[in-house]
């Protein structure tokens, strides 16, 4: 999949834009002055694939105690500011890689210029943010089909105020909790900069209700080569959201991994063994396996291995024998009961 061309931003121990990977992120969902919760729930982040977190910094406390955090953690930190220039500036001063700042809340333009002076002595990055919700509070009668266009204004009007300071170091966003309207947004801004961009839905809901339109919005702009770094945000534990995020760079070929994909199917009228339940047992096998397979899991064995053709090993089970097969083809059939054995066997050779 061809990625937008874009320049290339350093967020501490990574890089965003078109010749990186994309990074998925989250926040953090404890109190920030909890350092110790703050650090192990990044611990668990980053176990599951996180690249770069953002931490809500609203006090003098918190800022305070970002700068421990940073000491405990590798994960580069991101701040999210949201009125304060002083809030902003002890968190650069603290350690933060990048901050994320809607400058349409800052009002004052010398506090943003001591944001950038400092940003920049630091050589941190800054992600620049317009959402919809601020442009209705800056004109309340602005009918949906002109958002687009006023969001891609105010982000340009705050992009030349960075760049007028010299400061290109910047991340883009433009956030909506509307599906439609994320994605044009994103893609007018697309059109407009090259600077990288992190994608996702506001507000999107409990997760059961934001799986389906963050994936949406996230994956097709994605798949049209835009996005740098996302976060699916859901009412509910950041690991989620990792986990999700990594799912849809999966579905679209774009994960940086060395772990195994498993396929399933979804059964149907000729399946003649418990799928789900063959699936969980194979899915727990691949929970220590650092390889980047396909493996399959098939319902019978008419349509089975021939849908999982493209599988490096696929295995299916019928009338108390179990199947497996390389690229296509059997290579050895079992018991059904030694079937999960012979597939840890397989996988060990590849
Ligand atoms: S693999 Fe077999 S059981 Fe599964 S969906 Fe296809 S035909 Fe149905």
């Known amino acids: 999949m061809k ?5 290339t931003v350093t967020v501490g121990s990574i890089k965003l834009g078109a010749k990186h990977p994309v990074v998925v992120q989250t926040m953090t969902k404890v109190f920030t002055t909890d350092v110790d919760a703050c650090v192990r729930q990044i611990r668990q982040l980053e176990a599951a ?15 305070e105690a ?21 809030r902003a500036i002890e968190a650069i001063e603290g350690g933060a890689a990048k901050i994320r700042l ?10 943003i210029k001591r944001i950038i002076d400092c940003a920049r002595a630091h050589k941190i990055a800054i992600r620049v943010g317009v959402n919809e919700a601020s442009i209705r509070d800056l004109k309340s009668d602005v009918p949906a089909s002109q958002r687009t266009a006023l969001m891609l204004k105010e982000l340009k009007s705050y992009v030349r105020l960075f760049e007028k300071c010299g400061f290109e170091n910047l991340v883009l966003s433009a956030k909506s909790a509307d599906t439609v309207r994320t994605i044009e947004v994103n893609r007018a801004i697309a059109a407009a900069f090259e600077y990288p961009m992190h994608l996702g839905l506001t507000h999107a809901g ?5 799986l389906v339109p963050s994936s949406v919005a996230i994956g097709t702009l994605l798949a049209e080569g835009i996005g740098d770094t ?27 991994t060395q772990r195994p994909q498993l396929v399933v199917c979804p059964t149907c009228g000729r399946c003649r063994i418990d799928v789900v339940s063959l699936a969980k047992k194979v899915k727990g096998l ?13 319902g019978c064995v008419v349509n ?25 083809k059997k290579i050895a059939v079992v018991e059904e009961k030694n079937l999960l054995k012979a597939l840890a066997k397989e996988i060990e050779k590849l």
């Open 206 to 210: 409990l997760p059961e209700d934001a």
């Open 3 to 7: 990625r937008r061309k874009t320049k």
């Open 304 to 328: 089975g291995p021939g849908e999982a053709a493209d599988a490096d090993i696929a295995v299916c089970a019928a009338e108390g024998k179990g199947y497996l097969y390389k690229n296509g």
């Open 230 to 256: 996302i976060r699916v945000s859901i009412a509910g534990d950041p690991v989620q959201e990792i986990h999700i995020g990594r799912a849809i760079l999966r579905s679209l070929g774009l994960e940086q």
């Open 286 to 298: 691949l929970a220590n396996v650092d390889k980047p397979l396909h493996i399959a899991v098939m």
């Open 49 to 63: 694939g996180c690249g770069m977190v953002r931490i809500a910094v609203p006090t003098k406390a918190d800022t």
């Open 66 to 86: 970002l700068a421990k955090i940073v000491a405990k953690v590798t994960m580069p930190i991101v701040a999210d500011i949201h009125f304060s220039a002083a």
């Open 102 to 111: 809607n400058p349409g809340n800052v009002k004052d333009p010398k506090d």
